[in-house]
């Protein structure tokens, strides 16, 4: 009869690896670090920009109301693997280098600037394993930027002269979609996103005392990122 002892080894031996390997860790599960960058674009709601080419204002230009530039910035996230879906939470802290200014060329009784500054987000994903190291995942959550205008009379002698400077933060929501590939110890993913900010306003000091003006933002993203599990 064997003893106990040597049974009790031998169950071991065989458990202890099995569950090991039951347990072993989801490729897509854990903290991660990366950043990430590419192009951004914020504009107002309208799709269609500012047309005054009949009334001799803008001497047949028209007005762009989207600002483009590139994004920059790194996020940290955490993943659970639920084992059908993938779900996980995430931050992130961006800027940009989106700008725009009115064209000297154009004949308008004022110039603008427009500077997209700082972006937070705050939000979770969901995805599926959809290949041994791939992830397509769809995400959303909210989202904070800050915006710098100024506006400056243009024309002398109109009785009419200012300078208005105003740095705005405002509150939005984010949805999007990307791909995460398993490259090596770490990974790259590319994302699309889509963000809708709705509280850019300017008050009475600006426009003679009328009430109050808000502007509808639109913000599209195309990033691609690089980064690492621990």
């Not at 300078?163 to 990307?178: C, E, H, L, M």
Request: aromatic residues 10%; charged residues 25%; proline residues 3%.
């Amino acid at each position: 009869m064997k003893s106990p002892l040597i049974v009790s080894l031998l169950a071991g031996s065989i458990i202890l690896p099995a569950a090991a390997q039951a347990q072993e860790k989801s490729p897509f599960s854990g903290p991660r670090i990366e950043i990430i960058g590419g192009y951004d674009q914020l504009r107002s709601g309208s799709d269609v920009d500012i047309d005054t080419d009949n009334d001799g204002i803008f001497e047949d230009n028209d007005l762009d109301q989207s600002v483009d530039g590139f994004a920059y910035g790194g996020a940290i996230g955490y993943d659970f693997d639920l084992g059908s879906v993938i779900f996980g939470i995430e931050g992130e802290l961006m800027d940009s280098t989106g700008k725009q200014e009115t064209d000297e060329d154009i004949a308008a009784p004022f110039g603008y600037r427009i500077n997209v500054k700082r972006d937070i987000y705050l939000g979770a994903r969901i995805g599926a394993q959809v290949a041994p190291r791939t992830l397509l995942y769809a995400k959303g959550g909210y989202t904070n930027t800050s915006v710098e205008s100024r506006f400056q009379d243009r024309i002398e002698d109109d009785g009419f002269d200012f300078v208005f400077d105003d740095t705005q933060s405002i509150d939005g929501f984010r949805v999007g979609a990307g791909i995460e590939q398993l490259v090596g110890p770490g990974y790259v993913k590319l994302e699309y996103r889509y963000s809708n900010y709705s509280g850019l306003k300017f008050d009475d000091e600006l426009f003679n005392d009328n009430s109050e003006i808000g502007i509808d933002l639109d913000r599209h993203q195309v990033l691609a990122g690089v980064g690492i599990r621990f």
